[in-house]
């Protein structure tokens, strides 16, 4: 950590990154530390005046997110729920995102979808889990499923490949079987047996237990969101960004929007570290989502950066916050997919 109170980089004299934080790196100190909310402490951290994206943290604001996400509902009669897959590199935050909404909305921090530490992808199958927050009690499902895969590899051999990431958003990968699927528990493993692993040798194919012969609009993947650790952004190589450019036409093809989350940004600045709510005024985190955006050949404006629980006992409620807009954020597009792809349902 530099003494600007960041981990990496330079601000004022030309942006350049330094060697990439380990995920695994402990958080400094900043949650621990009172937050100096003094101007020339924000000068020190390179926090603009205001924020270049505006995101009501209040508490009303939060509610009305989980509302949104609560009682959503996709706009197409034959679809109940939509389903979105995260994909990206090892150690990302994948499932740690689909865990921290569990937890928003739970309450508590919970590790729902067996995050892991290692440098090897640490979820091996494809998973699905329903989000809870509907109803009374807010234990009943959303229409919102979070589909966990293994993480992208370099190059084909290694981590997800192309072949087997587009045969899950066209819907063919078999999640189990059929009755699993109808049986499925909200936030349980949709496919624990007979379940293949994803492997390059073994590419998912009409043969493959449980292949999806003609996939229904319900059992394809409506929108996916690339999850890239704000740490390891410069640290990726070419074949990263090949693997990510590849994807991006492939799925472009299907006629699925993409969006990315930026996760890890606590371990990018320290002010924001210390407080959710300076997300959008670090420089810092500003150009790491402009690194981003040129590692993912997307825009901007798609990316949004978020907080993932991991070292946290309990939940907060602007961390929750940033969450759920990324939640928002990626419904607005599975939206825009039923609009583009399929019948809109009539509202009455
Ligand atoms: N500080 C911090 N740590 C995070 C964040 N997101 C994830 N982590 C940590 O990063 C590590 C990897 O997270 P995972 O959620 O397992 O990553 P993944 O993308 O699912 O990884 P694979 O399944 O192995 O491909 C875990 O130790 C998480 O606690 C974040 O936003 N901030
Ligand atoms: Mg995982």
């Given at each position: 950590?530099?003494?600007r109170?960041?981990?990496?980089?330079?601000?004022?004299?030309?942006?350049?990154?330094?060697?990439?934080?380990?995920s695994?790196s402990?958080?400094?100190?900043p949650?621990?530390?009172?937050?100096?909310?003094?101007?020339?402490?924000n000068?020190e951290?390179?926090?603009?005046?205001s924020?270049?994206?505006?995101?009501?943290?209040?508490?009303?604001?939060?509610?009305v997110?989980?509302?949104?996400?609560?009682s959503y509902k996709?706009?197409?009669?034959?679809?109940?729920?939509?389903?979105?897959?995260?994909?990206?590199?090892?150690?990302?935050?994948?499932?740690?995102?689909?865990?921290?909404?569990h937890?928003?909305?739970?309450?508590?921090?919970?590790?729902?979808a067996?995050?892991g530490t290692?440098?090897?992808?640490?979820t091996?199958?494809?998973?699905?889990?329903t989000?809870q927050?509907?109803?009374?009690?807010?234990d009943q499902?959303?229409g919102?499923?979070?589909?966990d895969?293994m993480?992208l590899?370099?190059?084909?051999?290694s981590g997800?490949?192309?072949?087997?990431?587009?045969?899950v958003i066209?819907?063919?990968?078999?999640?189990?079987h059929?009755?699993?699927?109808?049986?499925?528990?909200?936030?349980?493993e949709?496919?624990?047996?007979?379940q293949?692993k994803?492997?390059?040798?073994q590419?998912?194919?009409?043969?493959?237990v449980g292949?999806v012969?003609?996939?229904?609009?319900?059992?394809?993947v409506?929108?996916v969101?690339?999850v890239?650790?704000?740490?390891?952004?410069?640290?990726?190589?070419k074949?990263?960004a090949s693997?990510?450019r590849?994807?991006r036409?492939?799925?472009?093809?299907?006629?699925?929007?993409?969006?990315a989350?930026?996760t890890?940004?606590?371990q990018?600045?320290q002010?924001?570290?210390?407080?959710i709510?300076k997300v959008?005024?670090s420089?810092?985190?500003?150009?790491?989502?402009?690194?981003?955006a040129?590692?993912?050949?997307m825009?901007?404006s798609?990316?949004?950066?978020?907080?993932?629980?991991?070292?946290?006992?309990?939940?907060?409620g602007?961390?929750?916050?940033?969450?759920?807009c990324?939640?928002?954020?990626?419904?607005?597009y599975?939206?825009?997919y039923?609009?583009d792809?399929?019948?809109?349902k009539v509202?009455?």
């Amino acid at each position: 950590m530099n003494d600007r109170g960041c981990f990496s980089g330079k601000i004022a004299q030309g942006f350049s990154f330094g060697a990439a934080v380990s995920s695994n790196s402990p958080v400094l100190g900043p949650a621990a530390e009172a937050v100096d909310n003094s101007p020339k402490k924000n000068v020190e951290w390179g926090l603009l005046d205001s924020p270049w994206r505006n995101v009501d943290f209040t508490e009303e604001n939060r509610e009305v997110l989980m509302h949104y996400i609560a009682s959503y509902k996709p706009s197409c009669e034959s679809v109940s729920e939509a389903r979105v897959l995260l994909l990206g590199p090892v150690g990302a935050g994948k499932s740690s995102f689909i865990s921290s909404v569990h937890s928003v909305f739970s309450g508590r921090v919970t590790n729902r979808a067996m995050v892991g530490t290692s440098g090897t992808s640490f979820t091996q199958k494809l998973r699905t889990f329903t989000i809870q927050g509907r109803g009374e009690s807010g234990d009943q499902p959303t229409g919102l499923v979070l589909c966990d895969v293994m993480g992208l590899g370099e190059g084909e051999m290694s981590g997800l490949t192309l072949h087997d990431a587009l045969a899950v958003i066209r819907g063919h990968t078999p999640e189990g079987h059929k009755v699993h699927m109808r049986e499925r528990q909200p936030m349980l493993e949709s496919s624990t047996q007979n379940q293949n692993k994803f492997s390059p040798e073994q590419p998912v194919r009409p043969e493959t237990v449980g292949y999806v012969k003609k996939p229904s609009a319900k059992e394809k993947v409506h929108c996916v969101a690339f999850v890239v650790d704000a740490t390891k952004i410069e640290s990726h190589t070419k074949g990263m960004a090949s693997t990510f450019r590849q994807l991006r036409e492939h799925i472009s093809d299907l006629g699925v929007h993409q969006v990315a989350l930026l996760t890890h940004v606590d371990q990018v600045c320290q002010a924001t570290a210390g407080d959710i709510t300076k997300v959008y005024r670090s420089q810092l985190l500003k150009k790491t989502m402009e690194r981003a955006a040129v590692l993912l050949g997307m825009s901007m404006s798609y990316i949004v950066p978020v907080k993932n629980y991991s070292s946290e006992l309990d939940v907060d409620g602007n961390i929750d916050t940033l969450l759920l807009c990324a939640v928002k954020h990626i419904l607005q597009y599975v939206d825009l997919y039923f609009k583009d792809n399929l019948e809109a349902k009539v509202v009455l």
